[in-house]
Every structure is written in structure tokens, then in C-alpha cells.
């Protein structure tokens, strides 16, 4: 049986999302009413989050669903999963709860395939699926590798870097060089069997890596075909947020778990899958044109700017401004080899000019497609030398204890420290206490505060804690079991001392054994550039298309760099409106990429661009819409 959503209930949902006098519109209901399998196509801007989070506050109104079934929805972060978290947290009791699942396509994959099927070969639980963990398991049992290691040692790429890239195949787990390829090597050699060997040694010592947990799964289901239909009797919808980031291994196996009676819509646009370490890495979402649905209003710029972004499609798509946006005419700053570090001044002049300065919530960036320094050619450093690579920094937050206890690669502690060990044990405490409520006269503990209370009140308590404490990050780092160990430490001595109540909220993040991804977040705040004209300041943030993506800005420059040839130069047929089907791997790349730097800002995109790229074609470019400013040309040398 199908749920109606009636007007009724959009109105109500748009009373708690949408600003007073602000209504979803015909696509965007559409897609709310929608109780069938689609796949939603979305342009950029188009309020597809908000579009959701309607649909599942209006479906919490309705459990307990038919027959106790649930609702399962799957991102990419669990940044985007926070999102809906903390915009629906009125709903937490119905929504976030049993027989409810949300969370990460990984996570999904861990809890209800991976840790079984490895519970089942194995008859115990994994210790951790990661990434990080898992290569440092690799680094350490390199050296004890005889015949193989000199065989990986041959390798160009490094024989270490090759072997933990190794993966188990999905289809016969093999030990192959990616997931879905074959064997890396004759299965008879002595160098296969002994590094096949050595992989299932560590996988029975209880350490995955993230495409070994898909390894895992695809294995259950070939096993024990029944789950399919025991997880599709679990959920009446499923919703994949930003499905285009989904990678081909990740799309088959959603298709392999959910059977024809789960509603299921992916949702997502085609012409943003760009990924983190590959712009080039095939999308996985195969759309079905005979079930797609489009959301082809964008909130978030103007109709000029929208016809600019529609030409950068890969996969066709009608893109409609937002009527109500002011105005501003794309503009492309053009420069020489002389004037390049005067970019990133006459954006600011611009944006001046066009007194988005005065905005409240104002955001400025200039971001390019490559970030690294060349010897000859231009790249972000071209325009402004203080530009440094992005700063990747672990999450520091966690929503269950064990995944504070995840051991790092020697190399990251290297690096950070090992009191970067400590700081992690230091925040799962830190969260215990503001489970519970306990405070330091009204203020949360910081470190320095809960080190200092401690020390105060029971010195000796507080030199048995740092004691532990030290013990705990070594055994850490030795790869040793600490969680029994520190969850009961944090239900009885820790507990005593400040006098705080086991919650439902404390239990289960004392007790919860679901590893989290460790991730990288990549912070961006030192690679600010400020621009002053006259009184008025303003800071623009320089940044990488990868590290911007998924924002919305005032206003974008995109900057010209170069990959195999200069990006701009390479597409500026479709800048000015003359499309054509792409079918050359680097057009497809590189329109890709423009296609989500371009489509960032709200009120202003600029490109700035070489003239050589541009010559003879300025007049077509001022007919298709463009303000062709040459400012930064008219005093240079030839």
C-alpha cells in the first residue's frame, strides 16, 4: 500500500522548511507526491535536500508504516547525513530510529553485509573497515614478504603502494588490482599465493579496507540469495542522495540488495559526478529515462547564468533561473603572462562594483581545476604564490566510542604526533560528559578545563587517569584491543567521579561496535586572499573545484589551469553556446569539472582566462551573453 501526499501536507512541510511566503514548486511537489522507482535528475541549486527532508518529515507523520516496514536513506558523508539530521531533529524519534536506516552507502554496506558475511566465515566481528588502518596493516607486514617482495619492489609505482591497492575481486575474490579486474598474476605463482596469503591473513586478524567490506558483501549475497528478500522485507522506500557519486561497484550492489518492492529514487545530477582522487572515475548510476523525473528550476542563480551552465552539460538537461535573482552579466576577465597575479584584484573590483560586498551572507572564491604547481604551465599558484595545497585534517567527532580508537598509518603519526591519539581519547571523553549533561558551571569542558578539574579535585585520580591514558594511545598505535578496556572504564571509575547517569543516548555510545568512516575533511581557511579597495576589504577564498563542491557562493571565478591543455581553451565552444555532443575523453573531463566550478555562485561567475586562449573569439562570446572584459590587457608588452 502507497502513502497519498496530499497539498495538505506539502503546505505543512513548507511551513516548517520554507521562509514565509516561499512554496515548493510543481517539480519539486511532484517529486514530494512521488511514491514510484525513479531516478530524480536535479540541476544545480534546485533545493533537492530541502525536497527530500519535505518528503521524509511528511512520511514520519504516517509511521508506523505497513506492516512495521521502514525507510532507508543512503549518502556519500555523513556531513549530508548531520544535514538532515539537524533539520529534522523534531522528528529524531520517529525518523532516526528502528526500523529506520540512515547513514553512508559504507555503512549500510558494513552493518547489514560486510560484518555479517565476515562474522560468518570468521565467528567473530572485524576489528575496523578502513582505509587508513588498513595500510598501515599493510606497511608493517610488508617486510615479511620473501619471493613476492622482490617482485613488488620491481614495480614502477612502488611494490608497497602497489600491494595496498590490492583488492579481493567482488565476483570470485581473487586478489585483484581493482575490484571488478582480474587477477593481478597467475593464480599458480609462488608471488600470488604468498600475497594472497598475506591478505587473508590480515582480513582474518580483522582489518578491511573499505572495497573489502563490497568484497564481503557481494560474497553474502551470492551465498545467501534469502537477504535480498530478508533486507527488501525491512524497507518500504529507499532514497540514495547524490547518487551520481556513486561508483559502479556501488551501484551494482544497491541494485542487487533492494528486490521490486522497494520503492527506491536516486537522486542526483549526472553532470556533477566528479570525483575526489579521479575526475575521470566512471559514475556508477546508469539513469532509466523511462522513470526519470527533473527538478529543472535552479533557487540559486539567475536565468542568465543558467543558460551559461546548460551549455556545459554532458548529459543534456533544461536549466530555469531563478526569476527573482538579480541580474549581473557573466563576465571573463582576460589577461597575459604580465597581468596573471592581478586576477584575483579585478574579481574584487567586480565584485565591488556590483556591491555584493554589502550582501550579509557573503562568500567569494576563485577555484580551478588544478591546484599543484607546474614547472611551465599555469595552475593556481600562477595567480596568487601564497596558495598552498589544501590542509586534510581528520573528523573529530564520532557518533559511538569505538570509532575514537581507530589506529592511524605511522606515516599520518609521523607526521601529527602521537598526541594526536591522546586529543581523539580526549574528545570521546569530552562527549560523554556533554551526553550527560555535566558541565563546568554551565560551560562545556574543554580539554584544558577537564585536565585542570580533574587534577584539582583527586590528584591521584587524575595521575591514575593520565597513566591510562598513555597506555591506551601506545596500545593504540600497536594495533592492541582497547575498547572492552575503556568502555568499562567510562560505566564505572570515570563515571563515579563525576556522578553522571547511564542514558539511552550514553549507552549506545558506549556500547555501539559500527566503525565509522575516519575520513579526511579538508580545511581551506589559510588560502585566503583579501583584496582592498579604498575602505572596503573583502576576502576571496582560492580553492580547488574538488574542495567546493556541493557550495553555494555570492560569487565564483573560475580560473583557467591546465590539464594535457588549458581547460578554457579546450571547451570554449560550448562557453559560447555552441554544443555539441562531447565524446573525447578530455572534453567530457573538463566539462565535468567547469560544469560544477561554474555553477557555485548565486549572483556573479567569472572566468578568468589568457588571451591566447580566447583570440578571435571575443565577438561570439559578447553575442552568447558574456562581458568580455580586457582590462587587464590594454598596458601589457607584446
Known sequence: MRIIITNDDISWAESILLAAGEHFDE?????????????????????????????????????PLENNRGICVLTHTNVAINDIKSRAYFASQKLFNYPNH????????????????????????????????????????YNTLYAARTWLDRRREGGLEYLQRLRFNKDDFCISPQIDNQAFIGTTTSTYREINRLKLRILDWGYLCYEDAYSLAFEYIREYPGMRELISKRFTYVFIDEMQDSSTTQSELLNNIFNENVVIQKIGDLNQSIFDHDSDLECGWMVNNTRAMCITGSKRFPSSMAGKIENLCIRRQAIRGNGRQSEITPVII??????????????????????????????????????????SERTIPSYWGGYSKEIKVKKTEFSNLKSYLAPQADSFISSNGVNFYKKRLGEAFLKCLRITGITDDGRAFTEKKLHKYMSEKT????????????????????????FEEIKNYLTNEFKKFFNYQMNDELATFINSSDLEVDNEETLQSNNIYNYSSGTTD????????????????????????????????????????????????????????????MSRPSHLLCIAVHRDSITGQEEALQRSGWDVNNELCASSND
Open 27 to 63: 517539480e519539486q511537489k511532484a517529486v514530494i507526491r512521488c511514491s514510484e522507482t525513479k531516478d530524480i535528475l536535479a540541476c544545480p541549486g534546485s533545493g533537492k535536500t530541502t525536497t527530500l527532508l519535505a518528503k521524509l518529515l511528511i512520511l514520519s507523520r504516517q509511521m
Open 538 to 597: 573583502i576576502d576571496i577564498e582560492v580553492s580547488t573545484i574538488h574542495g567546493v563542491k556541493g557550495e553555494t557562493h555570492t560569487a565564483t571565478c573560475y580560473l583557467e589551469t591546465f590539464f594535457h591543455n588549458y581547460d578554457i581553451k579546450r571547451i570554449i565552444d560550448y562557453i559560447k553556446g555552441e554544443y555539441s555532443e562531447p565524446t573525447q575523453k578530455r572534453v567530457i573531463q573538463n566539462l565535468k569539472m567547469a560544469f560544477v566550478g
Open 459 to 482: 590528584p591521584n585520580f587524575y595521575l591514575d587517569f593520565r597513566v591510562r591514558l598513555a597506555n591506551w594511545c601506545l596500545k593504540i598505535h600497536r594495533q592492541e584491543e582497547v
Open 334 to 375: 582576460v589577461y597575459d603572462d604580465y597581468t596573471i597575479q592581478q586576477v584575483l584584484d579585478k574579481f574584487g573590483d567586480i565584485i565591488i562594483r556590483n556591491n555584493l560586498h554589502q550582501h550579509e551572507k557573503r562568500v567569494f572564491k576563485a577555484v580551478a581545476w588544478r591546484g599543484k604547481p607546474h614547472a
Open 102 to 141: 540512515f547513514g553512508t552507502i559504507q555503512s549500510f554496506v558494513d552493518k547489514y553485509l560486510a560484518i555479517p558475511a565476515y562474522i560468518l566465515r570468521f565467528k567473530k566481528r572485524p576489528l575496523y573497515v578502513d582505509n587508513e588502518v588498513f595500510n598501515s596493516i599493510i606497511e608493517r607486514s
